[in-house]
């Protein structure tokens, strides 16, 4: 090292101009003015030409390996009524609801059997009932967590449900 050199000094953030060399001993002056003196051992020399001539090669980031189970999307059950059965005209209002509440419980059973982790339910907005037997039937369960898909709570057409 030599006077007019800059250098920074290892495992500090601080570099500078070199003043003076006695022995060992190198001095500087750092941006603000101030003069350090550290060993030759604790500085190095910050010359920008030294990375000029190196290429710098890019290497492809290593593919995150993800187990077959988590590859699965959710199961998605749409409980529109018209999806459930062939002739939904001939069914009344509790019928419906029924019919509606046993796919609902099944597919939950089918989900803990499976070891699924997430289930999404459809459930439409309409007047409420069928969104309240949802939650009803979502509140009597163990092991769940449930919420509303959509960020707005209210008037939210499907419940996200996972499994523990």
């Known amino acids: 090292m030599k ?3 800059k250098v920074s000094v290892v495992d500090e953030d601080l570099s500078g101009v070199v003043t003076s060399v006695k022995g060992n001993i190198v001095v500087f002056k750092d941006e603000y003015g101030f003069t350090h003196q550290y060993p030759k051992e604790k500085l190095v020399p910050k010359d920008s030409d030294l990375y000029e001539n190196i290429r710098v090669v890019r290497k492809a980031e290593p593919k995150k390996t993800i187990s077959k189970k988590h590859q699965k999307n959710h199961l998605v059950l749409d409980l529109h009524f018209h999806n459930l059965v062939k002739n939904p005209n001939d069914y009344d209002s509790f019928e419906r609801l029924f019919i509606q509440k ?5 597919v939950i059973e089918f989900c803990r059997k499976n070891n699924l982790k997430r289930l999404e339910i459809v459930h439409g907005i309409g007047d ?4 309240r037997m949802v939650r009803d039937v979502l509140e009597s369960q163990v092991n769940i967590d449930f919420y509303n898909k959509e ?3 209210h008037q939210s057409g499907a419940v ?5």
């Open 128 to 131: 409420g009932t069928l969104q």
């Open 3 to 5: 006077i007019g050199d």
């Open 102 to 106: 046993e796919k609902l419980i099944e």
């Open 160 to 164: 996200m449900v996972e499994f523990h």
């Open 151 to 153: 960020i707005l709570h």
